[in-house]
């Protein structure tokens, strides 16, 4: 099955610097990569996903970026604001597939 | 929230006894999904379900099962519960390819 692999587990920011959480995945056949967003005692939350036939989206301050030769995608957070403070999660899966693989997270901290 | 609820949302419970945890959901959907959630290990999939009377195991089955006897409710139980399954478990349907989750319960075995 697919193994995900999520870096870094913690990772503290300073307000308004970038934030980059790296995945790699192990079954070249996945080919969609959300991102849930879990802030504390919340449900996780989609934040943005993309699929491999696109190697970059970008939604405002968040944007995510696709290396499928080197089988790993990426979260960027520019200008990261209090807000942004809650535990990532990246996920694969392939194609016409029922489940989804979950990295084990990264607590983001931003610092004021 | 894709009209999913689940219950009950807290529990403690002792070593041994069964336990049966319940997720809701309003909108129809043909697939549900059962995980668990421990610090550094994300959300692991326990069972799924892709219809009614229609269901799979997942990564960390072992210890629980599931029943799907109508499309609004995905129930699992944990036959004799042990002080490893202590953890907040989520469910979830799919849309397309999105997950969304329920609010989660939060069990503790003893």
Known sequence: GENVEQHPSTLSVQEGDSAVIKCTYSDSASNYFPWYKQELGKRPQLIIDIRSNVGEKKDQRIAVTLNKTAKHFSLHITETQPEDSAVYFCAASPFNDYKLSFGAGTTVTVRA | ?110
């Open chain 2, 1 to 110: 929230d894709a009209g999913i609820t689940q219950s009950p949302r807290h529990k403690v419970t002792e070593t041994g006894t069964p336990v049966t945890l319940r997720c809701h959901q309003t909108e129809n959907h043909r697939y549900m999904y059962w995980y668990r959630q421990d610090p550094g290990h994300g959300l692991r999939l326990i069972h799924y379900s892709y219809g009614v009377k229609d269901t799979d195991k997942g990564e960390v089955s072992d210890g629980y099962s599931v029943s799907r006897s109508k499309t609004e409710d995905f129930l699992l139980t944990l036959e004799s519960a042990t002080s490893s399954q202590t953890s907040v478990y989520f469910c979830a349907t799919k849309i397309s390819n999105e997950q969304f989750f329920g609010p989660g319960t939060r069990l503790t075995v003893l």
